[in-house]
């Protein structure tokens, strides 16, 4: 009897990974606040890929990649407000590892596991201890819920990282949701085709091509342009000529894409890779995650630049996820000026004033 999913993560694979400071001195040399990081039980674990070491120039301290998956000391400190969990998921829990927030979507925690950890990760709460897929009890768990919720469209298959389970418990895991509601769409979210993108088999596409009732869409997250690598496009393109779709989220991150120039590239390469630009978060209050949030009004004003540069495909929304469970906003400066007798001013992206009566 099978009990719980089966992970893919194999044995050369992971002896091929970083995960202890030691391993990543030899290489790189690490900076005096790096060395002094301490792992502690709310900490992420220190887990890099050989792949995306390779993508990391070990002369720049302030290397891009590097920032996102070398921990740092920053990270044992406790900002103000900061806590564990501000997106409030516990309190919107239904099931084992079920998130009930909106009224239309769930997001499912098939694992806590990932490929490499990002440093500024906002589900900090749960990933990376170490507790593995859910169990099919779990799962079995939250379909009945989706079946009893049909007001439920969307379902996001999220983590940690799903496509660290194995072929077979994944196939598994999506064949008991989807005869629970064979009408849901769902989402795959994850972070392997930027970190490993030779986890994309042909049979892992297989998998997702078995199931014909509703589509899947697939929701990556690459942060920097370097990161769109080769192989991982070409990880991205297997998931899209199979007719998903590929949507991207990325994070805005002090010192790593907080730059209208940077992210023109960033969302110019995803489109010409047939990823549509999604989000761009504004870093939620994650205990541990200060040295990586950008001051509001300068994420304003990157949006602002880039809605300019950016074709209307290429532009992301910019979006917080607010304290306490409040759920996601757009951030996005007001182009309405006033609104007297009828008539609103607007401004353009030039700045120039226009008028606009309503109908009388
Ligand atoms: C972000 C999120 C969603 C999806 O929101 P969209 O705006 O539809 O992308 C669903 N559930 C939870 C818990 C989320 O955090
Ligand atoms: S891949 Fe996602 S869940 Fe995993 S560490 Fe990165 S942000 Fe967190």
Known sequence: MQQSFIIYLTRTFIEMSICTLEQLENKISLTAEEKAWKEDKLSLPLLITDYYMNLIDPKDVNDSLRRQVVPSSKENRLGPLENPDPLAELENSKTGRLIHRYESRVAFLATDICAQYCRHCFRRRFTGNMQGPATRDEVLDAAEYLKENKKIKELLLTGGDPLTLSDSSLEEMVSILREARPDLIIRICTRMVAVQPSRITDNLIKVFKKFKSAPFYLMVQFNHPRELTEQATQACAKFIDA?????????????????????????NALVFARIKPYYLFQGDLVSGTSGFRVPLEKGLQIERELRRRLSGLAMPVYAADLPQGGGKVPLCGSYIEGFENGVWTFRTLEGERRLYPDPQ
Do not use: T
């Not at 998903?244 to 894409?257: F, R, T």
């Open 243 to 267: 007719g998903i779709p590929a949507m991207n989220q990325s994070v805005l991150l002090n010192g790593v894409n907080d730059s209208a120039d940077v992210l023109e590239e960033l969302c």
